[in-house]
Each structure stands twice: as structure tokens, then as C-alpha cells.
């Protein structure tokens, strides 16, 4: 592979995560053509609740939302392959001229945009290929824009993170911008233990590619069989900790980082964060960062929100 900018930042990053304590790496990994992939069916999981509320919520708000913003941009972030992104386009047709979607996983993103062009010939589709946290400055597109984060993917950062990237993004806003974030909420354990540990195994395939990704990329050696899949709720940070256990210890070798790491039996390596959010905690953290929350919508069960947030004015 390559090294360009983006390499190298996800390098270093990677470097940083293995070296912590515990181990860890980027969720980014997950997402190489083949996890993209995993992903897609983890979507259509029966206890994968997630995309399914969020669509119905957006079934239900589209046409108040577009007439809210009157979007002539929609940027949307960690795209994917945009299941939900459909309600958005077709009721934003009055005004939207642009759709931009961000992701890195290449193959994904590509496959969607050009679906997505042949099925909005009215629309210009232009794909940016990146990561959200680094690239939605440089993103194309006039005003009135919304930008789309959907199928809770922020939960994937940290508290730390969330407000930094939150507060960059509202630095990045115009007066007539607005953000739609789509959040999963916190429910019973056993229900989201559950939506992360599917019996058919897809779960722990999507985890365990990121092994695979980073063997290939960094000329690492993480050994399948070395690992088990192990995922966690954390109750004091509400978030689900999703990762694999070493089975026995070990060492293992990332040669493109000149990193030899020392698996002790029993420990963890840390694949994921999935955050939960409870609205007032939520709503606050927006201020913070300097967005007004202005709506807030949940499906029928109460379990996945949508929140449509402004600049203040
Ligand atoms: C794509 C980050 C929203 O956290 O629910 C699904 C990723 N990981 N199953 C999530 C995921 C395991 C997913 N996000």
C-alpha cells in the first residue's frame, strides 16, 4: 500500500492505540471492502435494531426536515452504503443540487454514490473518499447544506473526541446550515448485548477482519486462533466495548510500525467503542460545541433518536 497523508495519519494513529493501555485499534480497520461488506449484513441482523428505527424515524420526519433546511447540499458523513440516505434525497428533491458523501471505505462508497447518481439524475453526486473526522472541511457544495451523521457511527469516537470533532463541525457550519445526527439509545442490556453478539456469527467476522486488514496493510501477524471475540457493556461509561481476547500469551509484529506488542493471556484488544446516548447529555454536549439541538425524534419503542441541530443564532 501507498503511503500517502491518509495512510500515514492512520498509521500513527495506530501506533498510538496499540501502545495504550488497553490495546486498541481504530475503528477505521473494520471498514475495508470486505468488512464494508460484513457491515451490510450486520445491518439486516433481526436483533440489529438500529437502521431499522432510525429508517423509520426518517420515514416519518423527511418532509419537516427539508422544509426546516431547505438544503441545496447534503454532506453526509460515514455514508456507507446510505440505506437511509434515500428518505433524504427524495424529500429534499425541491431544493438539493449536491449530495457529498464521505467514507473511506473506497469500494463502499463508490458502489452507493453510483447507485445513487442513476437514481437521482437531477442530483450532482460527488464522493469524497476520507475520513469524517479529518475531511468535512474540504468538502464541496453551496449553502443552505445539511450534514447527515447517521446510524449512530458517532458513537464509535470518545467523549474527547465527540466534542472535538462536534465543535470543529460547528466552527465549519454557515447560519443556514444544519446537522442531523443519528444516535442509538441506551436500553436494556440484554437487548444490546444481543444486537453485538449475533448467534449467526456476523458480528464476530466483521470484528475479526480488522485483523485481517492490518495484517495486510501493516504486515502485521495477529493470529485468528489466538483470539476470542469479546464484547462488553460498560455501565459507568454506557458504551458497548467490542473487541477480542487473547486466548493464550503471545507476541505479535506490526513490521511496517517496527512494533513488536506482548499478549498477555486474558487481555484485550479493543476493536470499538459503540456509544449509547440519553438526550439531556446529549443535548448539552451539542451546546457545548456550539449547536443549538432544535429537534429531537425517536421511533415508536423509543430505542434510536434523530436530532436536527443548528448553529446558534
Ligand atoms: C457503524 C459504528 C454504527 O456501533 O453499531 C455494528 C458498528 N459494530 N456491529 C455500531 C458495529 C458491531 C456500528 N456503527
Redesign the pocket.
Known sequence: MLETAATHGLHEATRRSLQAMPKELP?VW?YDARGSRF?DE?TRLPD?Y?PRREAEIMQARTSLIAERTKARTLVEL?S?SAPNTRFLLDALSRTLERYVPIDVSEQALHDSAERIAAAYPAISVEPVVGDFERDFGTTPGDGPRLVAFL???I??LYPAQRAAFLSALALELGDDDALLLGV?LVKDVGRLEA??DDPSGV?EA??RNALRAVNRELEATFGQERFDYDLLWDPADEW?D?GLRARESHLVSVRRLGLELDFAEGERLRV?I?AKFRREALELELERAGLSPKSWWTDAAGDFAVVLAHPPS
Do not use: H, K, R, W
Request: without cysteine.
Open positions: 475503528p473494520l457491515y450486520i440489529y438500529l460515514g456507507g446510524g449512530s457511527t458513537g464509535n442509538d444486537a453485538y458480528t466483521f470484528v458497548m467490542v470499538e459503540s
